[in-house]
């Protein structure tokens, strides 16, 4: 699986509580609720979305409503930058202790 990724959730961009923290991007969905989009975590490694480049990686985090392009602000859309996130190697998925790990350097409210 050399040259693949997973994206992994950190927890919302703005704080605020997340119960994703730690879990893998299965799929995102960025015109949900007329360009609000919605995000779909795993817990599952093996079901989540890979990404081939740190590109591709960063340019689907990126993406833009096709529904609502612009916010308010007139800023670009992009309802996955709500998330913070990071790349996981399937690769290092073997060790036990990495979701542990990710889940303790950001957890929610330092809880």
């Known amino acids: 699986m050399a040259g693949k990724m ?3 959730c950190l927890g919302f961009a703005n704080g605020d509580p997340c119960e ?5 991007l299965l799929r995102f969905d960025p015109d ?8 779909y ?4 490694a093996a079901e989540a ?9 960063f ?5 833009e409503s096709m529904l609502r392009p612009r916010r308010r602000d007139n800023k670009p859309n992009r309802p ?3 998330y913070s996130v990071t790349t996981a190697d399937p690769a290092d998925l073997n060790d036990p202790g990495l979701l542990a790990m ?10």
Do not use: C, P
Not at 41 to 44: A, I, K, S, V
Not at 59 to 63: E, L, N, R, V
């Open 6 to 8: 997973l994206m992994v």
């Open 20 to 24: 994703d923290v730690g879990k893998y």
């Open 32 to 39: 949900y609720g007329g360009g609000l989009g919605r995000a």
């Open 41 to 44: 975590w795993t817990d599952n």
């Open 49 to 57: 979305k890979l990404f081939k480049t740190s590109e591709e990686f």
């Open 59 to 63: 340019s689907f985090w990126k993406q």
């Open 80 to 82: 996955l930058t709500a």
């Open 102 to 111: 990710v889940r303790a350097a950001h957890s929610v409210n330092g809880e």
